[in-house]
């Protein structure tokens, strides 16, 4: 490491031992941040935020078609994003779902939520929060989305209901009347 030097940035002069202690600490963030699609928050952040820069996102696909759908992450308009597709869209949404459990949402809260999704065509998929266990009832968000053919935030606030393990709640997005691929580029909930 370089001692007594001096680094040029856009704002003045730098001492090289400060910068590589910036560099040293955003690596750490970084490596932290590969580890979970939860993001340690400082205050004002979000409350749950998905980061679709890493493999692991949580997310599972449930199928109840003949393998007709697919999920993967795959760079998409200079960003990555996770990909949803349906090859042969059935007569009820439920049967192809990207779900994702143990959210720890709190009983009795407002949660204003979002969203980004693009579709390779224009149709309607549906967004809930749910019991991932039978019986099924939805725990305040049910929500039917109308996908366009560009990058567009959709709202999901709501007040959840529950007070299941989360676990036993999942987050769902219900894709089996969609027949193409779209695209989602974060959800976030604070």
Do not use: H
Request: hydrophobic share 35%; proline share 3%.
């Amino acid at each position: 490491m370089l001692s007594g030097c001096s680094l040029k940035t856009t704002t003045g002069t730098m001492p090289v031992e400060t910068n590589q202690k910036l560099i040293e600490k955003n690596i750490e963030f970084k490596k932290e941040e590969l580890k979970t699609d939860k993001i340690a928050k400082p205050k004002d952040a979000p409350f749950y935020l998905v980061n679709f820069n890493t493999n692991d996102t949580g997310f599972a696909l449930e199928d109840n078609t003949i393998n007709k759908g697919g999920v993967k992450l795959e760079e998409k308009d200079g960003r990555k994003v996770l990909t949803l597709e349906n090859k042969g869209a059935v007569e009820e949404s439920w049967k192809l779902q990207l779900k994702k459990t143990g959210i720890p949402f709190e009983s009795g809260k407002k949660y204003k939520g979002k969203i980004w999704i693009k579709g390779e065509t224009s149709g309607v998929i549906f967004v809930s929060i749910e019991k991932g266990i039978d019986p099924w009832n939805s725990l305040g968000l049910w929500k039917e989305l109308k996908i366009e053919t560009e990058w567009t935030g959709y709202d999901l606030s709501f007040f959840f209901l529950s007070e299941d393990n989360p676990e036993n709640i999942k987050f769902s997005i219900q894709f089996g009347v969609y027949l193409g691929k779209f695209w989602i580029d974060g959800l976030l909930f604070e």
